[in-house]
């Protein structure tokens, strides 16, 4: 199948889940609000926070999901027995001064012979 075509399928597959999720989210709150569970006032207000977190406006949202997955990553590393890229950028440093400090050595050693 043509990348293409793909994307454009997802896509239109999303906006089509977007709209049928905001046509029900406002269809369940009106017979809530018929029913007396939920205020009218609030009605609109929750649509509105629903809708702004399905397209993405809410950055304490996104920055909780962003933390949960560093989390799922790390955990999934170490059950992994796989070294985070922190975790190899501290070993190149060791290794990097104790080469160093090698050399210091042999070069010192060299002097006194």
């Not at 993405?56 to 027995?81: C, I, K, S």
Request: aromatic content about 2%.
């Amino acid at each position: 199948m043509d990348q293409g075509n793909l994307l454009q399928m997802l896509l239109l597959r999303g906006l089509g889940t977007t709209s049928l999720v905001a046509d029900r989210l406002k269809y369940v709150s009106q017979e809530w609000v018929s029913s007396g569970r939920l205020d009218p006032s609030h009605a609109s207000a929750l649509v509105e926070d629903v809708m702004r977190a399905l397209r993405g406006e809410t950055p304490e949202v996104e920055q909780q999901a962003e933390r949960q997955l560093e989390r799922n990553r790390d955990q999934l590393l170490q059950d992994l027995g796989l070294a985070r890229q922190r975790e190899l950028d501290e070993l190149r440093g060791r290794i990097d001064r104790l080469e160093q400090s090698l050399r210091q050595r042999q070069n010192s050693g060299e002097g006194n012979d």
